[in-house]
């Protein structure tokens, strides 16, 4: 989204445009595996197969190995909307920061424009209640900090906030957040600078001040995700994640391929952030997401590097949850990626097959499973596929294949064969000395007894 410097405030959301989506049909029942734990969880829109990001990178098979139960995700955002149905008792706690003041409580952090909400629900969106979407880490819960509201000013962005209230944002983060929660923490920062590099009009906080918050956050444990920005909009935080106490993210079309608005250059990893099908329209091509309630609906399609950062973020909390260390973290995702630099938590947590799903029943006539052929040598160590919105569940590959009557040479039905059957000819021949014997004995004999 793109903007002007909104008087001096200096950050922006790092979306690049959205598109309503209403999420409608039927619930289908997911067979759980052991805990609960499903690779095919019921939401619609995941068994729709429009989540092509969390299978492009390995989410579903991730999920049999840790799903971030005991992490919290910080969304450090527009606020996230509480009471969507999505969303529902997933937040642990909200604040703002607003103009060098800290808020916190109930309400606190409500979203005005859906980008947080977008993000949160990314992230960790309730998962396998049978409507929407579902969550990047799915037992994972959010904390919401409001740093971007609507523009006052009149100007063309929606949302914007200052690098002073960033700064404290962390920093509160850090020294409140974190120490009250008792698993692993997560940072989310889904903002890009309008104006990097150079110091806030109004505050004189410079960008070394916001490396400077992130790096004292790795520094007490807690990981960190920054969107890498858009066209438009350049990344926070580069020194520190030179400095390796954050991981940059750039976003991937459904294609796998980095997006047209994400840069290269100090990117950590990339993730799914979706890009336009056609002019404006995300539908389909864009991520899906939790959004604020309207006539369209309660989720919606949106693209950028806002939407790659939670997908790592999500990724970060599920290996911490394991008991990883942030840095730990980091270097586990990194060194699992591929050469292009694309994210593959299924690999990280080393858990690539699926489970919790129930094989599909055979059909009435068909021959024997047929046997799936073992992958090549080279295809085994190679990083689960980077593909678009799947045509089948994650499952159905491990899934025997069952061959119809029809398929390949057709099979018939033999007669029930004659017990104690031997060669066809050697039957022929003993029934006809068969009824010979029998006329002999029947006809000849009481022609030879007569007068």
Known sequence: MGGGNGGGRGLLVACAAVAAWAASGASVAAAAGPGGVTSAPDDPAFRAHSQWGLVQAGFPAAWCRSTGAGALIVVIDTGIAAAHPDLAGKLAGEAAVHQGAVTSGPGTASDDSGHGTHVAGIAAAVTGNGIGIAGAAPDARLYAIKVLFADSSGGTAREQGTRTDLVQAIDYATTMVAPSWPGPVVLNLSIGAADAGSSDSLSGTSSADVDGAIERAAAAGLGVAVAAGNAGTAA?????????AALSVGALDQNGSVAPYSPTAGVSIFAAGGTASA???????????????????DYAWMAGTSMAAPHVAAALAMLMSTGLSNQDAYARLLSTADAQRRMHIDVALGSTAPCGVASPAPPRAAVRPARVAPPSRAAAGAPAQ??????????????????????????VAAAAPVSGGGHPALTRIALGLGALLLLWLVVVRRALRSP
């Open 236 to 244: 926070i935080g580069g020194d520190a994640v030179a400095a390796g």
């Open 279 to 297: 002019p404006d329209r995300y539908t389909g091509t864009g991520i899906l997401s939790t959004w604020l309630h309207s006539s369209s609906g």
């Open 386 to 411: 980077m593909a678009g919105t799947p045509s089948a569940t994650a499952a159905s590959s491990a899934s025997p294949v069952a061959l119809p009557l029809t398929a390949g040479p057709r099979i």
